[in-house]
Structures are given as C-alpha cells and as structure tokens.
C-alpha cells in the first residue's frame, strides 16, 4: 500500500493492537500452481529488490504465480513483518525506520500499489518490485517508468482494455501483447512530445508538471530546463545537459500515463526512438532523464 495509506494504517495498529511486534519470516519455498499434464508451464512472475529509487538492484528472480506478493518475497530473500504480517519491516538485513523516513515500499507492474503485500496475488508475467528509499518528500508515487512495457500490458490488477500511444512507442507495445486502439480518454496511455504540445492536449500530464512531488514525478520539464529529484540532498535539481525526460503518474480515471517528453519536439523524439530500441534503458528506475541524442545522463531521485 502507498506509504501515506501504510503510515495511518501503522498508527491505528499502535493504538489497537498493542504488542503485535515483529517476527522473522525464513524464506518459504514457493508453490506453483497446479497443472494439466501435457499444458504448457504458466508464465512465471518476478520479484525486483532494489534500493534508493532503484539505483541498486539487489535480487532479481522468477517465482510462481498465483501466490501473494509477500509469499513470493519470502521465497526469495529473508523477510521480517511486523503487525501480524501485513507489514514488511526488513529485508535481508535492511530494516525501515520511521525516525530516517526510510522503507521498503513495492510496485506490481510499475504501478504503487494500494493494499498490503499479502493481499495482493501475482499472475504470470507480473513484476513484483521491492524499493528500499527514503520518502520523506515523496510517500507516494503512483507510478515508474521502471517496468516498461508494463503497466501497458498486464496492468497492475488487469490488463487494460484499450492503451493509446504515440510513435514510436506504439509497435513495442503491440509487439508486446498491449491492446492499442485507444484514443485521448483511455485510462492508460503513451505520450511523446515536445512538452508545450503534451501539456496542452493532456490535462493529467499538465496537473503532474504543476504538482510534481504531489503527482509523484522524479523528474520533469519546466520550459527549457529539465529538472530531477535529488534524494540525498531532498531537493530538486536543474540537470544541465538534460532535454528530454521519460516520466510516470496516475491518471484521474484510475489508469496510467507515461510520456517521454522534451524541451523540444526533436529531444522527445530521440529519448522515444531510443526507448523503442533498447527498452532496457527505463529498467528499474523511477524516471530517466536524455540528453538531445536520446543518451540517458540522470535519474530521477538518485544522488
């Protein structure tokens, strides 16, 4: 769940349930599904762990599907909880703390998610992604641009119905099993261009411009400057040679849009072509800012 919601939900269990405390949980082998003999292996799902707005990755692995988020980080890494299990206190050693304003906080198919890790069951092709960060002036971020393709594909609780997207990211995510067709309404989409011109046909990527830290956006466009979350330093900052950026937020129908968006027209164009090219680019990370030859030279809160 988004840390604001987790940080209420934290203080009603102090209140209610005194003594909950916290216990270890050794990694539980995981459990596949049941299968016809003779039917083709369900897609497995994967678990991301990485730290300070994805700047280290620390575990990367493949588990079954059809068991919750927090099972399949059992599985993998040793885990504590606290509050009967609903909260993930450590992972591996690394434990949050409310005085540092630092915690474990997860994504499923790049998108925050709302409800507890053992609440939340994976399907085949999904990312279950563990980010250990400070989050002070961020406690919620809708979205990352980190799993691409997703959530265009699988979406985070279901595929969405229709996804619009703008060339050249459009024939990656047919490529990639995306339901394109959609049109400026979908709830999902894929924006690219000059900043001027997507603020003004996109009323969500307007209001997460105007309000980046509310809209959870690491790293932005402000006329001819692109600006970044610094996280060691908890400001922002001009980042000198940066023209175009690639960004996340959630949309006011409940759904995602991504946009890869310049200075100029040429800037987002280059960032897009080189995302298409090389989706590894955007891979766990927050937001990722270009310079005019679509060469990524930041990333939105890293130092």
Known sequence: MSRGRRLGWLLTCVVLVAGCGEHRVKPAPETAPATTPGAPAPAAADVLITRDFGARVLRTQQVAPGQSVLLALQGVADVSTRYGG??????????????????????????????????????GGDTAWWDY???HAYPNVPAVVGAWPEPFVHGARAAPASVAADPPLDAPLRAAGAKLGGDATAP??????????????????????????????????????????????????????GRAVAAATATEAGGVVLAVTGVDAAAAAAAATAIARNPDLLAHRYAVVFDGAGNPVAYGGTS
Do not use: C, H, K
């Open 86 to 123: 609903r909260f993930v206190q450590s992972i591996d050693g690394t434990s949050g703390s409310l005085q540092r304003g630092e915690d474990w906080l997860y994504f499923v198919n790049g998108v925050e998610a709302n409800v507890g890790a053992a609440e939340w069951t994976l399907r």
């Open 133 to 135: 960060r400070r989050w």
């Open 188 to 241: 999902y989409r894929v924006l690219v261009g000059a900043d001027r011109d997507l603020r003004a046909r996109d009323a969500d990527w307007r209001r997460a411009e105007d309000s980046p830290r509310t809209s959870g956006l690491t790293a932005w466009v402000r006329g001819s400057a692109v600006s970044r979350f610094n996280a060691s330093s908890s400001d922002n900052v001009v980042v000198p040679n």
